[in-house]
């Protein structure tokens, strides 16, 4: 059986926390980004958890992560 390998654009846009959950950034971080309050663009900084429905499907992606 050949070696299971990671999605790289999974790797790029989702990180695991040292208590095992999935994070992702939010999306539109960028696009038009002057024109919006500075609350917004502050809240593009943080980190938001993966849906629990959206965490099988992500974790396939990253087998390395599946420990």
């Known amino acids: 059986m050949p070696k299971?390998?990671?999605?790289k654009g999974a790797k790029?846009?989702?990180g695991i926390t040292g208590t095992g959950?999935?994070?992702r950034m939010k999306?539109?971080?960028s696009h038009l980004?002057?024109?919006?309050?500075?609350?917004v663009r502050a809240q593009?900084?943080?980190?938001?958890p993966v849906s629990p429905t959206?965490?099988?499907r992500i974790l396939k992606l990253?087998?390395?992560y599946n420990k």
């Open 4 to 7: 299971m390998k990671t999605h």
């Open 12 to 14: 790029a846009r989702y």
């Open 44 to 48: 593009f900084d943080e980190k938001q």
């Open 54 to 56: 959206q965490r099988k």
């Open 21 to 23: 959950k999935l994070v």
């Open 33 to 39: 980004r002057r024109k919006k309050p500075r609350v």
């Open 27 to 29: 999306r539109h971080s």
């Open 62 to 64: 990253i087998p390395a």
